[in-house]
C-alpha cells in the first residue's frame, strides 16, 4: 500500500471528503476520529498484517505518525 492509498483509506473510515487528509492534518480537527474511527484505522492495520497498540494508535496526532505505525507496510 502506498502512502496516497493509505490516506484514501482513512479518509474512508474517518468518514471524510476524498483529499481533504494530508500528512499534516491533525487528527483531532476530524469529526471522524473517535473510538468508531480508531476501530476503522485498526482494521485498515489489520489488512496490512500489522497488529498495532490501540495505545500507540491513540496518541498519534497526525495523520503522518499513524503512517509511521505502519512502517515499512507503507511504501
Do not use: C
Not at 496526532?61 to 505502519?70: C, K, M
Amino acid at each position: 500500500m502506498t502512502k496516497h492509498e493509505f490516506i484514501q483509506e482513512l479518509e474512508f473510515v474517518l468518514n471524510t471528503e476524498a483529499g481533504m487528509l494530508t500528512e499534516d492534518t491533525v487528527l483531532s480537527s476530524v469529526s471522524g476520529w473517535d473510538s468508531t474511527g480508531m476501530l476503522g484505522v485498526i482494521a485498515i492495520y489489520d489488512d496490512l498484517g500489522l497488529a498495532i497498540p490501540v495505545t500507540e494508535i491513540r496518541e498519534s496526532s497526525r495523520v503522518a505518525d499513524l503512517i509511521d505505525l505502519a512502517g515499512s507496510a507503507i511504501r
